[in-house]
Each structure stands twice: as structure tokens, then as C-alpha cells.
């Protein structure tokens, strides 16, 4: 036998223990090498199809459009606000579940991964970021508004680039979690079918999760699920922001002032990241026409245009960390 046949047949026989961290190791290549669809995104598809069910299902939405005056009861409302969610969320997760988990090894890790790439965006992060950045840097105003709308749901016309900045280094704080880490995490407890079951739940909060007159109660279950589902990895996403700075301040400001902050999860993963970087987040912003009020996150200095770039480097840090942690487990493990 060879020495390269020996090196193939070591590395198919060890392939198979390492295989979660061979998948993720891959995902964030592929992420890397290829970024974000640029046609044919499977979000858009799964939003009209969304978009769809909701123009149908959510009776609020009809009575807005119509010259109907009866309210439609509450509960109803959140009834089909949850039955549409069980059929826009459970039925890829179950199917990829039944039929499509359990290939060999070596087509398990390279359809996983395909998966698990779709999931992530931390390319997308980045490239958003450097699409406010760079404009902020050569004081292109309206050009940076433009894209921060991007981002954010709040409104951007009139935003300062300090308000951009601090809107951008929130984003990209707690989208690392959404987006990044909260699919890594939910592909190591339960695979693939995990990871899309939270994508696409996470991706109906973002559209249905708003307390206005239209989704108040028909998106309720949107959102109560999306927190849900991202409780546990929210924090596991605080502590790989933690451990990069002051871990027990960065810790205790994630409890304190996340807790009072409007979105738990996001709330945590934003107080520990900025308290790592150093600087304040929160504040007052314009969302649907009101004025909402955030609780300080984080200690430090005002957020600054050079902290946007920081943000991301926070993410990426953090990304690696649990890829590399996994490694090591799985190591562990193989060696005992």
C-alpha cells in the first residue's frame, strides 16, 4: 500500500468523528469564497411566500386594506398568525429530518455544510458593514443613509453618522448572533434541520415580529418563538463576545441591561459585545413613524464610524472560537 492510499484510508476513517467540525470548517469557507446569493436567494422566495400566507391569514392586514369595520377577535388573529408559522417554518426541517439525514458520511458533511452556508452570513455582515463604513469615511451622507436602511427597520433619513454608526455596530452585535453564531450553535445540538427550522423562524420574526396594528397580534407567535429559539444560543453568543474582553463585566452588563432591553436575546448579545469594545449603545430612534427608547448597553465611550469595523472583527473572532472549540471537544472525545 501507498503512503498516499495509507493517508486516505487514515483520513476516511477519522472523517466520520470530526464531522461536525469538517462541516462547519467548510460552511465558513464556502461563506468566505462565495458570499450571499446574489440572484435567487432562498429568503426571497421563502419572504413572497410569506408575504403570501400573511395577505391571506391576517385578518388585520385585511381589515387596513378593505372598508371592513368588525374587528376580528385577538386570539383568532394569533391562531392564524401561529398556524401560518407551523406552515412556513416545519415542514423543510421535518422533511430534511426523515429523508435526507441519514446519507454517507462524506455526502452528509457536503449537503450540511451547503446548508449551513446558506444559514450563516458573515461575508453578508461584513459586506453591509464596509457599505456604511466606506461612505461614513468619505462623508458621503446620503449614500450611508441609504444603505443603513438596508440593516435596520428603524428610519434613516434624517440619521447623524453617529446614529448610523451606533445603528450599524447594533446590527451587526446582535445579527451576529441571528446569522452567524445562533446557526452554528443550532447545528451542533440538532444539524441541518435545526439550522433551518431557526433560519427561516428567525427570518419570520423579522418580518411578522413588530408591535404595530398590522403584526401586534398576528405575529405574535413569530416572535415569541424566535425568542425562544434563540435563548439558549443568544447565550452561548455572549459568551464568545465575553471572553474577548473583560468577561465579568461583559457578563454582568449582558444580565443588567439586557434583561431591560426590548428583545432579550438581542439585548444580551449587544450589552456583552459593546462592554467588550468599550463603548455605550442605545438611545432614542424613530421605528414606524414612534419614538422608541433603548436602555444603555455596554460601557465605555460614545460608538465612533471606526467602531463598525470593530464590530465585525468582534463577530468573526467569536465565530472562529466556537469552530475551533468544537474541534477540540470533538478531539477530546475521539481521543478518550
Request: overall charge positive; some cysteine; hydrophobic content about 45%.
Amino acid at each position: 500500500m501507498s503512503w498516499i492510499e495509507n493517508i486516505n484510508n487514515q483520513a476516511m476513517l477519522l472523517a466520520p468523528y470530526f464531522a461536525t467540525s469538517l462541516t462547519i470548517l467548510l460552511a465558513l469557507l464556502l461563506d468566505n469564497i462565495l458570499g450571499e446569493a446574489k440572484k435567487y436567494h432562498y429568503l426571497v422566495g421563502f419572504g413572497w411566500l410569506a408575504d403570501k400566507i400573511e395577505s391571506v391569514l391576517n385578518h388585520n392586514n385585511i381589515q387596513q386594506n378593505s372598508l371592513t369595520t368588525a374587528k376580528t377577535a385577538p386570539l383568532k388573529i394569533k391562531l392564524l398568525g401561529t398556524l401560518s408559522w407551523c406552515l412556513l417554518v416545519l415542514p423543510l426541517p421535518i422533511v430534511y429530518f426523515l429523508f435526507i439525514n441519514d446519507l454517507a458520511w462524506y455526502w452528509q458533511i457536503l449537503l450540511d455544510a451547503s446548508v449551513l452556508y446558506l444559514a450563516i452570513g458573515l461575508n453578508s455582515l461584513h459586506q453591509h458593514a464596509m457599505q456604511i463604513y466606506i461612505p461614513l469615511k468619505s462623508e458621503d451622507i446620503v449614500k450611508a443613509r441609504h444603505f443603513t436602511g438596508y440593516i435596520v427597520s428603524r428610519e434613516t433619513n434624517a440619521l447623524s453618522p453617529q446614529a448610523m454608526s451606533r445603528a450599524t455596530v447594533e446590527s451587526m452585535l446582535e445579527n451576529g448572533h441571528d446569522s452567524v453564531i445562533a446557526s452554528m450553535v443550532y447545528y451542533i445540538i440538532g444539524g441541518a434541520p435545526l439550522v433551518i427550522l431557526h433560519r427561516l423562524a428567525n427570518t419570520l420574526d423579522a418580518m411578522w415580529g413588530y408591535k404595530t396594528s398590522r403584526f401586534n397580534h398576528f405575529g405574535y407567535a413569530s416572535a415569541k418563538l424566535d425568542d425562544l429559539l434563540g435563548f439558549f444560543s443568544a447565550k452561548i453568543c455572549t459568551l464568545l463576545y465575553s471572553i474577548q474582553g473583560d468577561v465579568k463585566q461583559s457578563v454582568t452588563n449582558a444580565y443588567q441591561q439586557g434583561n431591560q432591553y426590548k428583545s432579550h436575546n438581542g439585548g444580551w448579545v449587544m450589552a456583552a459585545g459593546a462592554t467588550v469594545m468599550k463603548i455605550t449603545l442605545g438611545g432614542n430612534a424613530f421605528y414606524h413613524g414612534k419614538v422608541i427608547t433603548s436602555p444603555t448597553l455596554g460601557l465605555g465611550n460614545s460608538v465612533s464610524i471606526e467602531d463598525i469595523p470593530r464590530s465585525i472583527t468582534l463577530v468573526k473572532r467569536a465565530a472562529i472560537t466556537l469552530a475551533l472549540l468544537t474541534f477540540f471537544y470533538q478531539l477530546v472525545c475521539y481521543l478518550l
